[in-house]
């Protein structure tokens, strides 16, 4: 990896001397703080570059790029090598996702799977390349630490990590997952949505309710924040929610371990600003997380209004979910949500239905939403275990066209709209094969 980066630093070196720069990340919060670090460590270098913000990479958007230009891709592009290649000029991406097709001859690629690596987000590749570049970038860690929490890498982290969180002054404790960790518990179980809590999501009466019941009182007009409880009042609160109807076994994969990082002279969850740049993002805002991930307070301030307005929506989608008819069979549901959920959030809705104790291991959750002429489509697998939903997604995809990326427990696409119905059913065909059997 170390090779890969110093080569990636040699070629930007050479090359930037006779061609301008785009930079192009992901809109997540994976992508936003690898942009973050990306653009800093260049601005650092005294390089000139561009950046665009994206959702995904498709032919026409790759077509138009400018072959008189270095093309550098952050958080994405490893899916799309045919296109790339078709480009006459170089081309650096520093990316974590499976590559599926030949790297071409005109794409340096830094990527953990090419080397049987620790797995790394985006942003920790963008930082171990700032980093390499000049010890000075230290001070970029705790954006790397974001971006690993934005991408749920950090239950098996290994040494890379771990330097990484020293770097970033990290302050570690274990408890539940349940963001903002540093604001009042009111706030944060009212808006909660990872777990959905009945009777306690979206009602401040019903937060207020589970605090009394689990003997936190208000301190000076105000709650404790979850990293100030005890180890009793962090217990009491797991009962409590236990006792609302959250499953023991869904619980359970909600406890682990708090990030706290050092940002704006505070200390601050690294869960929550990963949730903050992900609705910035999902609301059409990521200007809005880039700014304030490289320190502008008044973006933070934006910010904040963002994610309230974001977790709103995010209610009513799950609202919606929970009320509306889906395409279930063995081992699978199809939700088709069309106009009714953002196509920029259907992700997150797809991720924490995933995540409920409502279906079973290895099942497969593929969520659907318009984007104007197109559907975006998110596929994911509930726990650890069952098919590779990039494949599946890949194999729907194949007579119809569509670009496909992901992992293979969490996966996306995007199709067009015309072809929705024949869409369904091959993706039926494929999760549920009888049908193809029978049919025959």
């Not at 950090?154 to 970033?168: Q, R, S, T």
């Not at 406890?255 to 910035?280: H, M, P, T, V």
Request: aromatic share 6%.
């Amino acid at each position: 990896m170390k090779e890969r980066l110093q080569e990636a630093i040699t070629l930007i070196e050479s090359v930037s001397k006779k061609k301008p720069i785009i930079v192009i990340s992901h809109y997540d919060t994976d992508g936003i703080t690898s942009a973050a670090i990306f653009s800093r460590a260049m601005q650092r270098w005294n390089k000139k570059f561009s950046l665009q913000i994206v959702k995904g990479l498709e032919e026409p958007f790759i077509k138009s790029l400018p072959d008189n230009h270095l093309l550098i891709f952050l958080d994405l592009a490893s899916g799309s090598l045919d296109y790339l290649k078709e480009k006459n000029t170089e081309v650096v991406i520093f990316d974590h996702h499976e590559i599926i097709q030949q790297i071409p001859s005109n794409v340096l690629m830094v990527n953990p799977l090419l080397e049987n690596h620790e797995m790394l987000s985006g942003a920790g590749i963008c930082y171990l390349f700032a980093k390499t570049l000049s010890e000075y970038n230290k001070d970029l860690a705790h954006l790397a630490v974001i971006g690993m929490v934005g991408d749920t890498l950090e239950k098996n982290l290994g040494k890379v990590y771990d330097e990484i969180l020293k770097d970033a002054d990290t302050t570690i404790k274990k408890g539940l997952l349940l963001y903002p960790s540093s604001r009042p518990l009111d706030r944060a179980l009212e808006y909660s949505s990872n777990p959905f809590i009945p009777g306690v999501t979206g009602s401040y009466k019903g937060a207020s309710e589970i605090l009394r019941d689990a003997k936190i009182p208000r301190i000076e007009g105000r709650y404790k924040a979850l990293y100030e409880l005890t180890e009793e009042e962090m217990s009491n609160l797991i009962t409590a929610i236990m006792l609302r109807g959250v499953d023991e076994k869904a619980l359970h994969t909600l406890i682990g371990n708090l990030y706290l990082i050092k940002l704006f002279n505070k200390q601050e969850d690294a869960r929550e600003f990963s949730a903050l740049i992900n609705a910035c993002s999902r609301m059409d805002f990521p200007h809005i997380s880039l700014g304030f991930c490289l320190g502008n307070r008044r973006c933070r301030e934006e910010a904040e209004k963002i994610y309230h307005e974001y977790k709103q929506h995010l209610i009513a989608a799950l609202k919606y979910v929970s009320e509306s008819e889906k395409i279930s069979g063995k081992d699978y549901t199809i939700i088709n949500a069309r106009n009714n959920i953002k196509d920029t959030i259907i992700g997150t809705v797809a991720s924490i239905i995933s995540r409920s104790p409502t279906y079973n291991e290895g099942t497969i959750i593929v969520a659907l939403a318009y984007n104007e002429n197109k559907i975006k489509v998110s596929a994911r697998m509930v726990g650890r275990e069952g098919r590779n939903v990039r494949d599946v997604l890949h194999k729907a995809v194949v007579e119809i066209g569509g670009e496909v990326g992901g992992h293979p427990n969490a996966a996306g696409c995007l199709i067009a709209k015309e072809q929705e119905d024949k869409f369904i059913e091959s993706l039926k065909s494929i999760l549920e094969p009888r049908l193809s059997a029978s049919s025959s």
